[in-house]
């Protein structure tokens, strides 16, 4: 089974973990190449802290990868023309393919006025802050009293319950740019929300919106349903908050004063529909509301800057692939080079989809393979290369010193969990410095 095949794997978030492991077991040896010192991406620093058991599963199996023989993880490396090796440099190393799972990093901004004020933020980078990923663990954010999310998927429910639950935040308001009928969290997440949900504003919502959705014959209980389905389940209101809905509203500008956000500025949109297709349509009626933070949840793109040609928000692919698995294309224009997971498609699914997405570019990867004589890349020229990067590099046997240290930090203070907030801690930890 084994041949001389060595591929390049950018990203161990589950695209780039289970992709891995589909490379190797196909006897291809696979090095990891991740920006973050721990692996898991969004698994360990997106899903929601609480959620465990959840955690607790995917740790296991990313361990159950990444302790494969034929597998190198070199942590705390990003690659990127703004990282520690450009993709040119790591594939003249010789690779025989490079599969970017690098997920989706770039922010999506809506170029409006006033979004350098404090207190406007986007999902990501406040998702990171309380999954304590560095160095957004670091930043300090001002959440205030009351806080306007733009969107309406499960990002937007996760941020509302930190907010509620550990920020305090006393009010939230979801701005949402089409209907009820078009929301697009699942119940399952919005019963940690709905609690808060004030019913007779709820009510009062749904009746300002009637005539929009009687406009396009949308009836206004699908709507009500999607959004309230999730009560008999909902969690038990512990907190002194209200949480409720604007809809048909787009932003379109943040005001302040002295540098600090006052102000949302929301156009009003009507609904129109075309092809079974549901959009939003400015009507040029304007209103502000009074807040003090805004968050975008609205999805993320690719990172522009990463090396790869862009457009419309992901990596190109080519649309005549020569390794389509599904019928889908996993190749980039650069020859050897393949994406996957939310690199392939920007925030668009669960884990289990990211899962099967990086299994399927790993399938694309080996198609490809057959196509070539290996390269014979030299692992040591490899380790070479990271040694020459003149920074910690994190092996997998440094995370297993890591995770004891924490186990121990979360015992000793009474916690489920416990992660250190900064890389220097982190290496610290591993017997590992700044200036190894
Ligand atoms: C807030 C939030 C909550 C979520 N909650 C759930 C949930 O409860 N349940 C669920 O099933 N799904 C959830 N998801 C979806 C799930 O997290 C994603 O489907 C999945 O993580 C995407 O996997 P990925 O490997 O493509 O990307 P990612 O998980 O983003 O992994 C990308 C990896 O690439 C690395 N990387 C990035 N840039 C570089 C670079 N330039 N060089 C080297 N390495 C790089 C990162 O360090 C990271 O390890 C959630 C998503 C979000 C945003
Ligand atoms: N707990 C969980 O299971 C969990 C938690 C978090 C995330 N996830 C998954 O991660 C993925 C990404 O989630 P997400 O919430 O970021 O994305 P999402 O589900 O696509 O929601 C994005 C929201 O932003 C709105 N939006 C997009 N562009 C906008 C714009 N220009 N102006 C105003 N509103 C805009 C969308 O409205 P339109 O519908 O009108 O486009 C939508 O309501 C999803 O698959 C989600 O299920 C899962």
Not at 23 to 34: D, E, H, K, M, W
Not at 89 to 94: M, N, Q
Not at 124 to 149: H, T, W
Not at 218 to 244: C, M, V, W, Y
């Amino acid at each position: 089974m084994e041949n001389n095949y060595y591929v390049a794997v950018i990203g161990a978030g589950p695209a780039g973990l289970f992709g891995a492991r589909e490379l190797a077991a196909q006897g291809v040896r696979v090095a990891i190449f991740n920006r973050d010192i721990k692996a898991g991406g969004l698994a360990e620093y997106g899903i929601y802290p609480v959620k465990h058991m959840m955690k607790a599963g995917l740790r296991k199996q990313f361990h159950q990868t990444l302790d494969l023989a034929d597998l190198d993880y070199y942590g705390n490396v990003t690659i990127g023309t703004r990282g520690d090796l450009t993709l040119d440099e790591l594939r003249a190393l010789g690779f025989d393919a490079v599969l970017v799972t690098a997920g989706a990093q770039g922010t999506k901004s809506l170029g409006l006025p006033g979004e350098e004020l404090e207190g406007v933020y986007h999902a990501k980078d406040v998702v990171f802050f309380y999954n304590k990923l560095p160095p957004f663990s670091q930043r300090k954010f001002r959440f205030g009293k009351r806080c306007a999310i733009i969107g309406a998927g499960n990002v937007m429910v996760d941020i509302a319950r930190h907010l509620i639950y550990v920020q305090k935040v006393e009010e939230i308001i979801s701005i949402v740019r089409r209907g009820p009928a078009e929301v697009n969290f699942t119940k399952d997440e919005m019963k940690h929300l709905i609690t808060y949900l004030d019913l007779d504003e709820f009510d009062r919502e749904m009746e300002r919106v009637r005539p929009a959705l009687q406009a396009i014959n949308q009836d206004l209980e699908a709507g009500r349903h999607k959004i309230l389905d999730s009560l008999p389940k909902a969690d038990p209101k512990t907190e002194n908050a209200k949480f409720h809905f604007d809809f048909l509203a787009s932003p379109t500008g943040m005001f302040g004063e002295n540098g600090f956000l006052t102000k949302l500025e929301v156009e009003d949109n009507i609904l129109t529909e075309k092809d079974g297709k549901i959009s939003a349509k400015g009507t040029g009626n304007k209103r502000t509301i009074d807040v003090d933070t805004v968050i975008f949840a609205i999805g993320d793109k690719v990172d522009e800057s990463f090396g790869l040609p862009t457009e419309w928000n992901e990596f190109i692919k080519n649309k005549e692939p020569r390794f389509p698995v599904d019928g889908l294309s996993f190749e980039s224009p650069v020859e050897g080079v393949f994406v996957g997971g939310w690199s392939r498609k920007a925030s668009e699914g669960l884990v289990g989809y990211a899962r099967k997405d990086g299994i399927s570019a790993a399938k694309a990867v080996w198609q490809y393979l057959q196509t070539k004589q290996p390269a014979n890349v030299n692992a040591e020229t490899v380790v070479a290369k990271m040694k020459g990067l003149n920074k910690p590099i994190v092996t997998k046997d440094d995370l297993k010193r890591l995770e004891p240290v924490e186990a121990e930090e979360a015992k000793k203070r009474g916690l489920e969990e416990f992660k250190f907030a900064s890389n220097e801690e982190m290496l610290q930890a591993m017997g590992l410095t700044e200036t190894a």
